[in-house]
């Protein structure tokens, strides 16, 4: 079982729609989350923290939920510069304090006019 | 607004060469990171250096790979032989370890191994 799973992609949404990407981790020892963006053959940028009281930053919203394990990601009114591979992240603490991040397989993203 | 160098963009090389890319963090950060993006999958931690000293390699294939930050600034990967397997995209990040979790990814280095 991978660490990070997500959605499986590609989708296919109109400019304007909603869309949500779900994401659950199995690590019971991941401190942070994150959304990564990356754009086609280019590399991942941050795009937002995830917080446990749930997040907004413009169109989006992030939630998470640590007793299901869960991380979900809204796009509200889709733009055609949405079209990406969203990442969901999980950073992951170790014993003696060293942590890494832990990168989901990413959702494509493509919205049409 | 500062960003992480890589170099070369885009490598091609027959199995069996050795290959070599290049990294130069964001000035002043202390932490560097290699990972390997195969198509389809996220990055995948290869290394991680703290200064001149590494502090995770344990998904480092340490027959063929092998990493050096030998002063603790620019670092450098290499392949020696390159395996079909290992075309993918090398990136390197950096992350300042006194102000947050932020790492800042290069552009990355696209492999093809023919």
Redesign the interface.
């Known amino acids: 079982r991978k660490e ?1 799973e997500q959605d499986p992609g590609p989708f296919n949404v109109p400019e304007g729609a909603t869309v949500a990407f779900n994401c659950t981790y199995s690590n019971s020892a991941s401190q ?1 989350f994150f959304w990564y963006r990356q754009d086609c ?6 795009l937002m ?1 995830v917080y446990s009281s749930g997040n907004e930053d413009g169109r989006f919203t992030a939630q998470l939920n640590r007793a299901s394990q869960y991380i979900s990601l809204l796009i509200r009114d889709s733009k055609l510069s949405d079209s990406a591979t969203y ?1 969901c ?1 999980v ?1 992951v603490l170790f014993s003696g304090g ?1 942590n ?2 832990i ?4 959702t494509r993203l493509a919205v049409h006019p | 607004e500062a960003e992480v160098a890589q170099s070369p963009r885009y490598k091609i090389t027959e199995k069996s060469q050795a290959v070599a890319f290049w990294c130069d963090p964001i000035s002043g950060h202390a932490t560097l990171y290699w990972y390997r993006q195969i198509l ?6 290869l290394v ?1 250096f703290q200064d001149e000293s590494v ?2 390699d344990s998904q480092l294939p340490k027959d063929r790979f092998s990493a050096e930050r030998l002063k603790g600034v620019d670092s450098t990967l290499k392949i020696q032989p390159a395996e079909l397997g290992d075309s993918a995209m090398y ?1 390197c990040a950096s992350r300042n370890s006194g102000s947050g ?3 800042y ?4 280095t ?1 492999l093809l191994v023919l």
């Open positions: 990070v942070s053959r280019k590399e991942p940028k941050l923290s990442l992240v950073r060293y890494k991040l990168f989901g397989a990413g | 389809g999958q996220g990055p995948e931690l991680q502090v995770d990136l979790e932020t790492q990814f290069g552009p990355g696209r």
